[in-house]
């Protein structure tokens, strides 16, 4: 783990002992017993099976009233996605349908591994947000900058077992001081009853999910599968300018392109094996093969602060540390020396340590299954070096996703976190288990495997933009974790490999060349783009780890720009078989970084947002609890309702997941 806990000064009151409130203490409508957990039995659900796999079933509803979307006809659908395989999957998906009719799909992942893309949805791009409406009360609001504004949108939550997925609905509690869920029920001594909740969890066998991102691709290739079929109008014509986009973030930078592969390379296979299309092409059902798969068209894969390769990657941390782009110096030139010369070490530094995990995975498990022994050990413990070295920047406190920032932090708003624990949002999306927002369970399940130091994902990003497949790789310029200069490396990389591929692309010289542009953005310099045809790399001004979050509209623009084609620079309209940025070799614009917050001390999210003076008041059971954020008095409570985007925009960072 990378997060320290940093310790924060307090104001020095004592606390007064008042009323611990809690949502479900107060939401006591129903018997006491059953009421700390979700229904038991799917409420509404339909379901049906896929028609191309009869082994997928689709369970799905329209969920009314739990997020509110700029326009009321909006369809919403959520539901699972029943994979076949050793063990139970029920992948959860939420779909909202755009503002205006479009025939475009996007599909948003989140990181992790292990992370919830409701993340996503109710704390980054989606159509609505978590409002609060009065002292006991959270709803909605329709996000100004959701990406419904212009793709039909798909937020799935992936592998088994994160968020809404799960295997067997298992009964146990959550202790909120630790993040785990176990089946012991009983209160542990000394802890405070609104730390440890009951629920309704997976089983938080490892077994039960996806241990690599090849073997998380396998279901949501099904998952895309089985939705397309079931709901064809949603799935863009592959004749028609508009696809299926894939939009990741964190480490989505590995399952963005192992996913985007796998699509591609079914999609290949279904048309060589392809009978005629039928003339009614906006039926979906008659694009599908005999053997019952659909044509999925992918035509752009966005790539959000994505930690895509450590190799390429690795050697830019210490640079961010020490020359960034605020001025901040994470580490003095000492440790940042010491830190280079680990990372070069022969055969012991991080780097020999990930050449070693490649070569042993390209000889003993090419396909990625994670079933060689030596292979799994061999990688995780190169993942696990290279995580300790390049975190080490960290211990002064200073925050992963934010360097602007120190101490504990609650950027994004975590009210969500409360809003998807509440029975009534669970009935109305029709689950029986309780929200979880990052799995420890699939977490360990892939750093068993090392799957964050295997290799390969650059030669795919390569072969994707020499079929066409628009790229787009946006970074905010603030984060350490996944940061931009990274992720500029990654750029040059992939138009490099794509030499192997083809010598004679343009893409290796012209992007190379190709200067950094202003992003403008409503009369704003918001951030700078180099972009070659179908390949742009993008630096996001003042964001952190979660672009959308912190700079709603302009990840909004970039992302509306690269899924329609166009110049990320202006929006123009280009011929992207030779549309170049022109400027500047480096995007090295300096900035100040903002002023810092004081963080809401929210109860699910303890470590990463509350002081440990918070803390140590939850342990004795001090303070109230107010819509899932901990106040010393009930008259610290304000209610903010005015446009509340804005001061979600004004915020800072989070620690949300363990890394990325
Ligand atoms: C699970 O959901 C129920 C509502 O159905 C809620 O009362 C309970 O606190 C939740 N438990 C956890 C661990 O979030
Ligand atoms: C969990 O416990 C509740 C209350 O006892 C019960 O109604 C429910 O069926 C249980 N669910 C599971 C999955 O065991
Ligand atoms: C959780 O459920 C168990 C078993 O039903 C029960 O004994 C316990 O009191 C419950 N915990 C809380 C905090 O209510
Ligand atoms: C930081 O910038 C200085 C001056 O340009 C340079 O000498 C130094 O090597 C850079 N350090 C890193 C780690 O990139
Ligand atoms: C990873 O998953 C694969 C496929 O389910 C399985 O064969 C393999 O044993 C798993 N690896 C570990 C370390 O559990
Ligand atoms: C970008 O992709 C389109 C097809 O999607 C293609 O026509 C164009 O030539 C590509 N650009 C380059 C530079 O390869």
Not at 289 to 317: F, H, P, W
Not at 463 to 468: A, E, K, M
């Amino acid at each position: 783990m990378w997060s320290p806990f940093s310790i924060k000064k307090g104001n020095g009151a004592s606390p007064s002992w008042s009323k611990v409130l809690t949502l479900s203490t107060l939401a006591a409508l129903a018997p006491l017993s059953e009421a700390q957990f979700p229904p038991s039995q799917a409420v509404g659900l339909k379901t049906v099976t896929s028609p191309s796999n009869p082994n997928i079933k689709i369970s799905y509803r329209e969920p009314n009233d739990v997020c509110t979307t700029a326009f009321r006809e909006q369809k919403q659908y959520t539901g699972w996605v029943t994979v076949p395989g050793e063990y139970p999957t029920h992948l959860f998906f939420w779909f909202v349908g755009a503002r205006e009719p479009t025939s475009a799909l996007t599909m948003m992942l989140n990181g992790g591994p292990g992370a919830s893309s409701m993340f996503g949805l109710f704390a980054e791009n989606g159509p609505c947000q978590v409002v609060e409406k009065s002292a006991n009360r959270l709803e909605t609001a329709a996000r100004e900058w959701g990406w419904d504004r212009a793709s039909n949108m798909l937020f799935v939550d992936q592998p088994n077992q994160v968020g809404f997925s799960y295997d067997t609905p298992t009964n146990g509690s959550l202790d909120l001081t630790t993040g785990m869920s176990s089946p012991n029920m009983q209160l542990p001594e000394g802890l405070p009853p609104n730390l440890f909740l009951n629920g309704t969890f997976s089983s938080s066998n490892i077994q039960n999910t996806a241990n690599t991102t090849q073997n998380a691709a396998t279901a949501v290739y099904h998952l895309l599968q089985g939705l397309g079929s079931a709901f064809p109008k949603y799935v863009p014509d592959k004749n028609g300018p508009l696809g299926v986009n894939l939009f990741t973030e964190s480490y989505g930078g590995h399952y963005g392109p192992v996913f985007a592969d796998v699509w591609v390379k079914e999609n290949d296979k279904l048309k060589k094996r392809a009978f005629p299309l039928s003339k009614r092409q906006d039926d979906a059902q008659s694009r599908s093969t005999k053997a019952g798969n659909l044509e999925i068209k992918l035509t752009s894969l966005g790539i959000m602060n994505g930690c895509i390769d450590d190799l390429v990657q690795g050697s830019r941390y210490v640079e961010m540390a020490v020359n960034n782009t605020y001025g901040i110096k994470l580490i003095d030139q000492a440790t940042a020396d010491a830190i280079t010369a680990g990372f070069n070490a022969p055969e012991t530094g991080c780097k020999d340590l990930i050449l070693a995990c490649r070569q042993a995975q390209a000889a003993l498990d090419p396909l990625d299954q994670g079933a060689d022994e030596t292979v799994n050990q061999v990688c995780a413990y190169a993942a696990l070096t290279c995580q300790q070295l390049l975190g080490s920047v960290l211990a002064t406190g200073v925050n992963a996703y934010d360097i602007a920032h120190v101490g504990p932090d609650a950027f994004p708003d975590y009210h969500y976190l409360e809003y998807l624990n509440l029975r009534r949002v669970q009935e109305a999306i029709g689950s029986v288990i309780n929200y979880t927002d990052v799995s420890p369970v699939v977490y360990q399940a892939f750093f068993q495997t090392g799957d964050r130091a295997r290799g390969g994902l650059i030669g795919k990003l390569a072969s994707l933009l020499q079929r066409g497949v628009r790229i787009g790789l946006v970074y905010g310029d603030r984060d350490y974790i996944c940061n931009w200069m990274g992720g500029e490396s990654v750029s040059l990389a992939v138009a490099e490999a794509v030499r192997d591929i083809d010598p004679k692309s343009p893409y290796p010289t012209q992007f190379a060349q190709a200067g950094y542009a202003p992003i403008q953005v409503n009369g704003r310099e918001a951030g700078a783009v180099r972009q070659f045809g179908n390949l742009s790399f993008s630096r996001i001004y003042q964001a952190g780890h979660y672009v959308p979050a912190y700079q709603p509209e302009t990840a909004f623009r970039v992302f509306e720009r690269v899924i329609s084609g166009q110049a990320v620079s202006n929006g123009a309209r280009v011929n992207l078989g030779e549309y170049a940025t022109q400027g500047p070799k480096k995007a090295d614009k300096q900035l100040t970084p903002p002023n810092e917050v004081v963080a809401k001390c929210f109860l699910r999210n303890l470590g990463a947002t509350c002081t440990q003076e918070q803390v140590e008041a939850i342990l004795q059971g001090q303070g109230v609890v107010i819509n899932g954020v901990w106040y010393k008095e009930q008259k610290d409570w304000k209610l903010v309702t005015a446009r509340s985007e804005t001061a979600v925009a004004e915020g800072s960072k989070m620690k949300r997941s363990f890394f990325g």
